[in-house]
């Protein structure tokens, strides 16, 4: 694909969204129209969202625009994070083994688990009364 044109891409992770747009460009990440420092204040969360540029050494290659919604800060971090590796793997095939090695094109599936009818919540029981 051509280096030239806008890359868009989805990241999922719980119930976070984050649709993801690549641009050539400086190198700035945007996320909700603020910077990822300030969107994303603790520092692991600002890594996850690195990781996949790092990988693919070109963080100051692309401008990147997100747009997060539903879930937490954990959840938005790790869309963000795979919709930018996703993105990257439009732009170059060859980057497909380096991402898949470290984790990064795989959805992490892992949802909350939904509540029963009848149990005060997923897994927890009322409290059981012999007599």
Same mark, same amino acid.
């Given at each position: 694909?051509?280096?030239?044109? $806008? @890359?868009?891409? $989805?990241?999922?992770?719980? #119930? ?6 690549? #641009? ?8 909700? *129209? ?15 969202? &690195? ?9 100051? #290659?692309?401008? @990147? #625009? ?8 954990? *959840?938005?971090?790790? =869309? %963000? ?5 996703? =993105?990257?793997?439009? %732009? ?6 380096? &991402?898949? =090695?470290?984790?990064?094109? $795989? ?25």
């Amino acid at each position: 694909m051509s280096t030239e044109a $806008t @890359i868009s891409a $989805t990241g999922r992770r719980k #119930t976070a969204t984050a649709r993801v747009r690549l #641009t050539p460009g400086s190198g700035k990440i945007l996320i909700n *129209g603020r910077s990822y420092e300030d969107y994303f204040p603790v520092s692991s969360f600002q890594g996850l969202v &690195l990781k996949p540029l790092e990988i693919a050494k070109s963080r100051n #290659t692309y401008d @990147i #625009t997100a747009n997060a919604s539903g879930g937490g800060v954990g *959840g938005q971090a790790g =869309a %963000v994070s795979l919709g930018i590796a996703r =993105a990257l793997l439009q %732009v170059s095939a060859e980057l497909r083994g380096p &991402l898949k =090695a470290e984790g990064l094109l $795989t959805r992490d599936p892992r949802m909350k688990e939904r509540k029963k009818p009848g149990q005060p919540g997923a897994r927890k029981r009322f409290q059981f009364s012999k007599r």
